[in-house]
C-alpha cells in the first residue's frame, strides 16, 4: 500500500507518517498530490496541511458533483457530518445528493444509515425571522421527500438530541455552518476527527484541516488506509 499526504506550513503531519506503519509519500506541492491520486500512482491521499482551494479545484473539474463528508467521533459515538466545504450544500439538490451519497458511503463500511437534519431553530422559533423561516421550511421539505428512501428526522437545531439518538449522517443546514459545527467540536471542544471522505469519486481522497495535531493526522491516514483496504477486499469478492 502507498499513500500520498501533503505537507504545508504545518508540519505534524510528517510527525504522523512516522506513526503509522505503511508508505506515505509527502510532497508540499497541491499538484503533485492530485497528480499522485489521480495517476493512480498511490492507493489514496490525505490533503494533509495543504491549502484546499486549489486541490478540491482540481477534483470538482473532475467531479463535479463531489462533496466531502467528516467523521468524528464524540462521547464514543462516530458520525459524518455533512456539509463541510464551505461552498458545499447551498440547495435541496444539492443536499439530496448529500445524503444520497452518505448512505452510499455508510453502507459500503457496514453500517445502516440513521440520519439527521439540522435546521436554524426549534419549531416554535417559526416567525422570529425569515431566515430562520426559509430553514425550518427546507429542513421539512428535505425529510418530507427523503423520508421513504431512508431513516431520517428533522433534528432542527438540536444537534445534541441527534448525537444522543445515534445519528450516523447529520446534515448541516449549509457548508458554513457544518464547518463551523467542526471547529468547535473537533478544534475547540473534545471531538476526535478521523478527516472528511470526498464522496461522489472514485478515488480515495480524505481531506484534513490545515490545523489538524498529529494524532489527528494518524486517524487520517489510517481512515485512508481502512478504505484502501476495504475497496481491495470488494474488489477480489468480485473477481
Known amino acids: 500500500m502507498r499513500l500520498a499526504a501533503g505537507m504545508g506550513e504545518n508540519r505534524a503531519i ?17 499538484n503533485e498530490l492530485m497528480d499522485l491520486l489521480l495517476s493512480g500512482e498511490v492507493d489514496a491521499a490525505v490533503r494533509g496541511s ?18 466531502r463528508a467528516s467523521i468524528i467521533e464524540v462521547k464514543g459515538h462516530r458520525f459524518l457530518l455533512t456539509p463541510v466545504g464551505i461552498d458545499e450544500g447551498d440547495t435541496l439538490e444539492q443536499k439530496v445528493q448529500i445524503i444520497s451519497q452518505g448512505v452510499e458511503f455508510l453502507k459500503k463500511i457496514g453500517l445502516e444509515p440513521k440520519i439527521g437534519i439540522l435546521s436554524g431553530g426549534r419549531p416554535q422559533d417559526r416567525g422570529r425571522s425569515t431566515k430562520i423561516d426559509a430553514s425550518l421550511d427546507e429542513a421539512e421539505e428535505l425529510t418530507r421527500i427523503t423520508m421513504d428512501k431512508y431513516p431520517i428526522k428533522h433534528y432542527f437545531i438540536l444537534i445534541e438530541d441527534a448525537v444522543a439518538d445515534g445519528a450516523n449522517l447529520i446534515l448541516a443546514p449549509d457548508g458554513i455552518c457544518g464547518n463551523l459545527i467542526f471547529r468547535s467540536l473537533v478544534l475547540v471542544g473534545s471531538g476526535k476527527s478521523f478527516g472528511a471522505v470526498t464522496l461522489g469519486i472514485d478515488e480515495i481522497f480524505i481531506d484534513t484541516s490545515r490545523s489538524q495535531n498529529k494524532e489527528g493526522y494518524v486517524r487520517a491516514l489510517k481512515l485512508a488506509a481502512y478504505l484502501v483496504k476495504l475497496r481491495d477486499k470488494n474488489k477480489d469478492k468480485n473477481k
Open 50 to 67: 495543504l491549502n484546499a482551494s486549489g486541490i478540491m479545484g482540481q477534483l470538482q473539474e473532475t467531479y463535479p458533483e463531489m462533496n
Open 14 to 30: 510528517k510527525d504522523a507518517r512516522d506513526e503509522v506503519d505503511f508508505e506515505v509519500v509527502l510532497t508540499e506541492s497541491e
